[in-house]
């Protein structure tokens, strides 16, 4: 069914339904061979569509395969992950934090168990659920651990019920905006001339039905209806350009805003470090060598259940210890407000509290610590780029715990931990920089940490805005402050939004790189949110762009592949409004004053069927390197003026047909032969010239497109000749041939002159097209 909907989806233009319907009132007349003509050609042209964008989005489907979200069911007793979408009524789920509610459920077993509904409900604050509460598809698990039972999903579900809205008001983007406005102006110019030329033609006493095949043939001609196709194809190439670098592009119109991108905003671990964090000392609250710090951190990591965390990992295999004297009886889940994470552990000596987490979290909860002394030993580390994670404890009597128990620990000490720089990083920043992308980093980490990894990697850390600033900030003093700031430290999770929509607001196509449960908001606020096929599934689901790997260098090589994409769209662009439309307008032109009609609708749609072909391979093509260089934005009035030189210039070697073809008294059906060759032929050859800032000849295109372009211009030499009877075309003189293509020559030369008078003097704004 859906196949069959693309199919017919190719002739829903409402120009084309009415020139079938035209098409079979001139079957029903008698005009059995000019119904026949534009049937067939109308069904080669939706065919030759279809096939191309269905191919385009399998390939897209396959691609998103390698990025869906799964949930973790229990079937048969046994724990499975399976895609969100193949979760039915019936299943037992489990949950942790940065889960997806798959469906409409049912808490059967919650442990501090907090779930953001902002998405469903609007409300600002995580809620806390217990046994019994109901929890929705379209919301997730911020901290803690539930088992649920799944009641309905899909559309049975209270989002799904709404779904269809909510897809409705997903915002446009520049690009998918820009093309709208281009197909406005077109349809708008094509209508009005459309309508004036069938008026005039029936003025002029011409049969009513050839002037209305007329007329709606020239829609054809002067419709980009090749637009959705071309524009679906170079998306779903450049998605599998981008999948073979590892980038996996979950909505195609954000690769023209990833291309565009100026700015990008990320966390430094595992970006500009490895993401491998290591111990490298463990210490008291005296500053020594401690043990028991250690074997207090190590139990913590060990018998945490709730979030998984590299820091964790990393405790649990730097020195294990044995734990079989200690058993687990309850836990506190790390959160992103509380910022630490407890233990209660049954002892040979009783039952303990152990809480770590950062620094000042855990400061806050152990009253008798020394905090000038602490805060003295830990700046050191700082200073040399080193994470600090403190350890408290507290002796207790009861079973359970909740958050009202982490008060009153002691200060036992600190974990100093290191993230190595990555190999290679300074220069993908220096590659970054040249593309015109500039990296700002926005961490929780402390500003002394973020200033020494700044100075490692070759950033400017001489200004740091900090959380406790940003709080205090006016948003117009943000929106100053954050253009000129690189580095944003001891950031609360809220305001990496704040950060990214004052940048937004500053004039820059912002992208935004997260991978944990926090980071989905600044995801939706962010131009191109971007996130890592390891990240939480709330991340990846918030993510236009999902990375396979984290590294700044596949990003980059996105980057390059998001301009091509980008730039081989615009030269379909910058074709249909040179000499496409350039041939229309003659066309029509030329009705109003030549007694008969320069070309019969069949004609027309055999031309425009022939010059749909090279057009086809634009997104196999080459692009320039200085296309490449700086990021690019759709600018419709670049494209107007674009529109309104070389437009005019396609007509005037137009003219220049009409003059040599009338000049040598040629007949009817040769007129039309011969201006049925110059238009096929220069709207194949201009994108050679137009596809290119350089001097066309010095600039290769790739194969596909060449070889298009020289099948084209074969077969319309030899159409006269082989479908003469078919079309009404009737062969020309040699030497009338000769001047003909010596006249498209003169064309595509002028057209090269022109175009470097129009790059060199019409000036555009840094990250327009022309630039």
Sequence with gaps: ???????????????????????????????????????????????????????????????????????????????????????????????????????????????????????????????????????????????????????????????????????????????????????YLLMTVTLILVLGIFAVNVWFARPVLESLLFALALAVGLTPELLPVVISINLAKGAKRMAAGKVIVKRLASIENFGSMNILCADKTGTLTEGKIQVEKVLGADGRESDAVWQLAFINSSFETGFHSPIDQAIRIHHPLDLSDFSKLDEIPYDFVRKRLSVLVQTKAGKLLITKGALANILEICPGANREK?????????????????????????????????????????????????????????????????????????????????????????????????????????????????????????????????????????????????????????????????????????????????????????????????????????????????????????????????????QILFLNLLTDFPEMTIASDNVDAIDLEAPRRWDISFIRRFMLIFGPLSSAFDYLTFALLLGFGVSVMQFRTGWFLESVISAAVIVLVIRSRKFFLSSRPSIYLLATTLLVVIAAHLAPYLLGPVFGFKPLPIFLVLAINTIIVGYMFAAQAVKSFFYARIMVQPGKPGR
């Design 1 to 183: 069914m859906e196949v069959l909907k693309l199919f017919l989806s190719q002739f829903k233009s409402p120009v084309i339904i009415i020139l079938l319907l035209a098409a079979a009132v001139a079957f029903l007349v008698g005009d059995r061979a000019d119904a026949g003509i534009i049937t067939v050609i109308v069904g080669i042209s939706g065919s030759l569509g279809f096939w191309q964008e269905k191919g385009a989005r399998d390939a897209v489907v396959k691609l998103l395969r390698l990025v869906q979200v799964t949930a973790t069911v229990v079937r048969n007793g046994q724990d499975k992950e399976v895609p969100v979408g193949k979760v039915v009524a019936g299943d037992i789920v489990k949950l942790t934090a940065g889960d997806i509610i798959p469906g409409d459920c049912q808490l059967i077993s919650a442990k501090d168990l907090f779930v953001d509904q902002a998405g469903l409900t609007g409300e600002t604050f995580p809620v806390e659920k217990a046994v019994g509460d109901p929890v929705y598809l379209g919301t997730h698990v911020v901290s803690g651990q539930a088992q649920a039972k799944v009641i309905t999903v899909g559309k049975q579900t209270k989002f799904g019920q709404t779904a269809a809205r909510l897809a409705a008001r997903e915002p446009e983007t520049e690009f998918e905006r820009g093309i709208r406005r281009f197909g």
């Design 374 to 602: 602490i805060k003295r030993l830990t700046d050191k580390y700082s200073r040399d780029g080193m994470r600090i994670l403190a350890v408290a404890s507290k002796k207790i009597s009861q079973d359970k715990i909740d958050q009202a128990d982490e008060q009153g620990l002691t200060f036992a000490g600190f974990l100093v931990l290191s993230d190595p720089v990555k190999d290679g990083v300074t220069q993908t920043l220096a590659n970054l920089q040249k593309l015109g992308v500039g990296l700002k980093i926005i961490t929780g980490d402390n500003q002394l940490v973020a200033r020494a990894l700044a100075r490692k990697v070759g950033l400017d850390a001489t200004k740091i805005l900090t959380g406790q600033q940003i709080t205090k900030m006016e948003e117009a003093a943000l929106v100053a402050a954050a253009q000129t700031t690189q580095i944003f430290a001891q950031v609360e999770p809220n305001q990496k939004e704040q950060i990214i929509l004052a940048l937004r607001k500053g004039g820059n196509v912002v992208g935004f790189l997260g991978d944990g449960i926090n980071d989905a908001p600044a995801l939706h606020a962010a131009d191109v949110g971007i996130s890592v096929n390891t990240g939480v599934d709330v991340a990846k689901q918030a993510a236009s762009i999902v990375l396979l790997h984290k590294d700044l260098h596949i990003l980059k090589e996105g980057i390059v592949e998001g301009r091509r994409t980008f730039a081989n769209t615009m030269k379909y662009i910058f074709m249909a409004t040179s000499a496409n439309f350039g041939n229309m307008f003659s066309m029509a032109g030329a009705s109003l004053f030549l007694p008969f009609l320069p070309l019969l609708p069949g």
